[in-house]
RNA sequence: GCGUCUGUAGCUCAACCGGAUAGAGCAACGGCCUUCUAAGCCGUAGGUUGCAGGUUCGAUUCCUGCCAGGCGCACCA
């Protein structure tokens, strides 16, 4: 198929190299990859496998270049190919074919650059945000949010059936603390006088659930209840709030989880405990105490006897506990008992989208998923986990303090409601996950070029301008496949046909590394090749047919923008 | 102390699984709107890729050691 070109060439070369080595039965064939020379005289494509081969076949990398140019056979596509520099093979593409991308880009539309999942393609489960239900997202989860959300995306765009899910901390002491705070509001909202304790949540947020819980049920009842049964009830009430909130959040932003998997249910159906028993019939637990912690001042640390799981033979730094000192499972087992569902739900792939802060549990999950799969499937149920790095909230390049106690906390709807859905998301999107962000609400705001999500939304919106000019003048294409394409000789309408061209290969290879930050990156340069390419080039002209040649060329562009910003979740304006 | 991420132009970041002359934007300076959106374009200037070694034909990229910063380090999640 023509959608990918790179693909076919490293096909040729590689059977080249098979050719050319069979009398070197010691040599390897070195895996053959493609890349797009930053210099135009370097060609469309440059492979570099002749360097590697100059020591074992004891030869000048130049001369086993020539040698393999002079038995690959090209596809249609190839106009020439030659050796250049230190042993590069340079392939140059021919024009007509390279244009005909634009066809095929009017007739995909949406689809092109998309590979369709097949039926029986790789099942992933993508897990991100999974931001506690005790109280509203901050920016951070934001970030997650939109770093999870557009690899799904981007996943699901190349091949993969794709579930999205978030898991719901909603077991374990927090919630506990949750509904003693709701509790505590309660009570003063019914003309208590309260002393609000350090470990109660203090926002705003817990006042209003307390109110709505007031609404609907009978105060003096709750009164009467078991202290149990009362905070089990409210803190369900509470879940259930904030969880509300957080879908409304979420929602703000664009985001939709296929799957809210509950961390309750799990210690409800006995799973963890059914998963601890199985781990102790295969003999990975063990009763223990673990060494107080180093570097870090624990003041109330206690020699304590726990339920320890072996993950050091695992690969782990140190064997983790299962249960707590009051015998209830950790938050660590139901969060196995949590992947190992996973796995019994029959993922191929599975991949957790973590904050940075959770980076330290990475290994202990792995090493459990070891430990509990067979070697022969441990691939599939071993998560890949990824880290997002902070975000850093300044106004103006001053740094806004987050403190929950000081009342300063901003959260992610607020941020999205000061700066846009857009410009949040493709913000988050313009980095990698493994930088630090440092994120300006003052900058997020402007709508100039410290913003590039205004650049590439500004690059569609003028070709919808233009479009809807020549439209205005009577302009008619016509047929798409009548249309000359060869008018299209210049500098920069080449470059754009190039990068069109290599849009499929692009999100291939962000897939591959699960990279989705690199689809806002091609999105820029693309939105920049076209703004060069608009202010030496007139769309519409006295010549009807360049003027129909380049019309479907902006269109092209348009309609990939498009896509590759339909990756990021970001919307692509027809007028700013 | 251990683990992990980061360190590239004054600032924010790229650099396509080791490639050809390390690139963009902002900030600075100089140009471009009677013609399809100036939320834009063109140009000038700006670099010992944190430091020191190593591997390689070739290192911002891989390895080792330092330096600096972020995150994490039992019975929380």
Known sequence: ??????????????????????????????????????????????????????????????????????????????????????????????????????????????????????????????????????????VGHGRGAVVGDALANLLAATGNHVQREYYINDAGAQIGVLAGSVWLRMRELNGEQIEFPESAYPGEYIVQIATEVLAAHDYKTLLAMDEDARLALIGQLAIDANMAMIRDDLNAIGIHFDLYFSEQSLHNSGRVNELIERLQADGVVYRGTLPPPKGKEVSDYQPVEHLLFRTTDFGDDVDRPLAKQDGTATYFAADIAYHYDKHLRGFDRMIDVWGADHGGYVTRVQAAMKALIEPEAASAAQPDVILVQMVNLTRDGVPVKMSKRAGTFVTLREVVDEVGRDAVRFNFMTRRVESQLDFDLEAAKKQNDENPVYYVQYAHARIAAILRKASDEGVVVGEIDDVDLSVLTSHEEQRLVAHLLAYPEALLRAADRLEAYRVATYAMRLAADFHSFYHKHRVVTDDNNLTVARMLLIRAVAQVITNALGILGVSAPDRM
């Open 1 to 138: 198929m023509e959608a990918c070109v790179k693909q076919a060439l490293e096909q040729a070369l590689e059977q080249a190299l098979i050719k050319l080595l069979q009398d070197h039965p010691d040599a390897a064939v070195p895996p053959v990859v493609l890349t797009r020379p930053k210099e135009k005289e370097h060609g469309d494509y440059a492979a570099n496998v002749a360097m590697p081969l100059a020591r074992v076949l004891k030869q000048s990398p130049q001369q086993i270049a020539a040698n393999i140019l002079a038995a690959v056979v090209w596809p249609d596509a190839v106009e020439a190919a030659d050796v250049a520099g230190p042993g590069f093979i340079n392939i140059r593409l021919k024009k007509a074919s390279e244009a005909n991308v634009l066809k095929t880009i009017i007739q995909q539309a949406e689809e092109y650059g998309r590979v369709a999942a097949a039926a029986d393609a790789t099942k992933v489960n993508l897990e991100f945000v999974s931001a506690n239900p005790t109280g509203p997202m901050h």
